[in-house]
């Protein structure tokens, strides 16, 4: 592959990486950092890769082992709990109900959604990317399907007046039984 057509490949799936690695680490310079090491590696890793038409599948295995090194960096800075906690104070208003529902998946099935539905991989590609069986990810994809199904169906039922009261509790600290 040459400079010129690794930087039209690397420009055509800019976006791609981002969205992958926020869907992994969550923190716009985390995923920044990522994306941009994942370039820089993938450049300097440029003459293994055997076939150009893989560099996509190729370049996202790059970035995921990128993602899960900064998360394995950071892993005792801030507990999941709270980081989620914060997400939602601060991300509820600006983010839909499906794109909470997305990020309150675990991690194997929330790559999986991002790859699938929102960058359009085949479930082949998401196979040789995560090297992960064809059947495994089926059955993932079914299961946080299901996982999106009852969320929103429960995000739907509830009223307004409960999510805003809910919030406001969350937000105040109101509502809780003193001791």
């Not at 809910?166 to 003193?178: D, H, P």
Request: hydrophobic share 35%; aromatic share 8%; net charge positive.
């Amino acid at each position: 592959m040459t400079k010129d057509a690794f930087i039209r490949e690397v420009r055509d799936a800019e976006a791609m990486l981002y969205h992958i690695s926020k869907s992994i680490l969550k923190n716009d310079s985390d995923c920044g950092d990522a994306v941009q090491e994942t370039i820089l590696k993938a450049y300097e890793k440029l003459p293994i890769l055997k076939k150009e038409k893989y560099f996509r599948t190729w370049i996202t295995r790059i970035l995921i082992n990128e993602c899960r090194g900064i998360l394995r960096k950071r892993k005792n800075v801030i507990p999941y709990e709270e980081y989620m906690d914060n997400m939602r104070l601060t991300e509820e208003d600006s983010y839909s109900h499906l794109y909470m529902a997305i990020m309150e998946l675990p991690e194997e099935l929330r790559i999986l959604v991002t790859l699938y539905y929102l960058e359009g991989f085949s479930q082949k590609e998401i196979s040789e990317a995560l090297d992960i069986p064809d059947g495994t990810i089926k059955s993932r994809l079914s299961r946080a399907r299901e996982f999106l199904k009852v969320k929103l169906s429960e995000e739907e039922k509830r009223p307004a007046t409960e999510k805003n009261s809910k919030r406001s509790k969350r937000i105040t600290g109101k509502g809780k039984m003193s001791c």
